[in-house]
């Protein structure tokens, strides 16, 4: 009978202590809107002092996309930086991963407020070449 009890006390007991260890994650987003591109970014710091970021790109015309480059551009007290490009784009594609980053960031509520208020000094520029030429726009972030 005691072992039937234990069980679900020591599931609980689990539960309650992996709950506990993820509340020391944070995540948060930013996102930029501009003329051709919308920006939407993911940013992720996990319990064990490491930091991600992921963000998707979309282009608002309909005009075709023959490549696209991009760079973040980081204020100097983030000590960062981001870049890509992607060249032979299917037509008709709208959607552009931005990549996928990580690194050491902390996980205390000073170290990711001081993230959060260098992202929303963070813009990324994005040059593209279309039938037309080529064309770029800067676009800022702002956490959500």
Same mark, same amino acid.
């Given at each position: 009978?005691?072992? $039937? ?27 930029? $809107? ?25 282009? #608002? ?5 023959? =490549? ?13 930086? =981001? %870049?890509?490009?992607? $060249? ?5 594609? %709208? ?36 039938? #037309?030429?080529? #064309? ?5 972030? #702002?956490?959500?």
């Amino acid at each position: 009978m005691i072992h $039937n009890f234990s069980s679900p006390l020591l599931l609980l007991s689990l539960f309650l202590l992996v709950s506990c260890t993820l509340d020391n994650s944070e995540e948060f987003s930013a996102t930029g $809107n501009g003329v051709h591109w919308n920006i939407e970014m993911e940013y992720y710091f996990s319990e064990n002092d490491e930091f991600e970021e992921y963000g998707i790109a979309t282009y #608002k015309s309909d005009e075709p996309i023959h =490549s696209l480059s991009y760079e973040f551009h980081y204020p100097a007290s983030q000590s960062r930086g =981001s %870049s890509g490009e992607r $060249n032979e784009i299917e037509e008709g594609t %709208s959607e552009f991963s931005l990549g996928g980053s990580g690194g050491s960031g902390g996980t205390t509520a000073q170290s990711v407020r001081s993230f959060q208020e260098g992202i929303n000094e963070t813009s990324v520029t994005l040059s593209w070449e279309t039938p #037309k030429g080529e #064309k770029e726009e800067t676009i800022s972030l #702002k956490v959500d």
